[in-house]
């Protein structure tokens, strides 16, 4: 499974950015998705996270109300829109895979097996 995020860029606080990540192989469908996100000398933390139909979604208490994450089965392609960007929402962003299928969407890192390369998204004040 080969993940390809794109989307980051540079923003004024108050702005938007759409990320997208795209998947390869046949198995999107049947797997939930999450978006995490890294700051220089910070761990990587979770964003949010999508289960493999859409149907249940999870945020991260300070993204809440401002990002939201979707996806599109038919496209292989899961998308992260964030909206009044602040700038502590600066980082790269990481678009992942967990090992398990189906169920609900996993916010630990630890249960995703695949990642993207990452995106930067900088947020100036």
């Known amino acids: 499974v080969q993940l390809q995020a794109s989307g980051g860029g540079l923003v004024q606080a108050g702005g938007s950015l759409r990320l997208s990540c795209v998947a390869s192989?046949?198995?999107?469908?049947?797997?939930?998705m999450g978006w995490f996100r890294q700051a220089p000398g910070n761990e990587r933390e979770f964003v949010a996270a999508i289960a493999w139909n859409g149907g249940t979604t999870f945020y991260a208490d300070s993204v809440k109300d401002r990002f939201t994450i979707s996806r599109d089965n038919a496209k292989n392609t899961v998308y992260l829109q964030m909206n009044s960007l602040k700038p502590e929402d600066t980082a790269v962003y990481y678009c992942?895979?967990?090992?398990?299928?189906?169920?609900?969407?996993?916010?630990?890192?630890?249960?995703?097996?695949?990642w993207g390369q990452g995106t930067l998204v900088t947020v100036s004040s």
């Open positions: 192989g046949r198995t999107f469908g049947s797997y939930g």
């Open positions: 992942g895979r967990p090992r398990g299928g189906y169920g609900v969407p996993k916010i630990d890192a630890d249960e995703y097996d695949y």
